[in-house]
């Protein structure tokens, strides 16, 4: 597994860039306003992001769901803008 200092967007494809953007509301703001990914069955996509460090998963209520969640440093890599840890929480 990737350490936080570790993590590069050279380790992502595109579509997981895409998918980050999204959990983190970034395809509908210009600021991030949320940070969780919905699937209905785990995703090879972000299970790759999970191993990477990128990204953390919890179950969901419906079996076999799972919500997929950005990690802080993943975020300020991504957002390349200052963000506390404390906004970084709140989402």
């Known amino acids: 597994m990737t350490t936080a200092t570790e993590l590069s967007l050279a380790d992502l494809?595109?579509?997981q860039i895409g998918k980050m953007r999204h959990a983190l509301g970034l395809d509908y703001?210009?600021?991030p306003y949320r940070n969780y990914y919905y699937c209905s069955a785990p995703n090879d996509e972000w299970e790759d992001l999970v191993q990477k460090g990128f990204a953390t998963k919890q179950e969901g209520m419906r079996e076999g769901s799972v919500y997929y969640f950005v990690t802080y440093?993943?975020?300020?890599?991504?957002?390349?803008?200052?963000?506390?840890?404390?906004?970084f929480n709140e989402l």
């Open 13 to 15: 494809t595109p579509t």
């Open 29 to 31: 703001s210009r600021k």
């Open 73 to 87: 440093p993943a975020l300020k890599l991504l957002y390349r803008k200052n963000v506390t840890e404390k906004y």
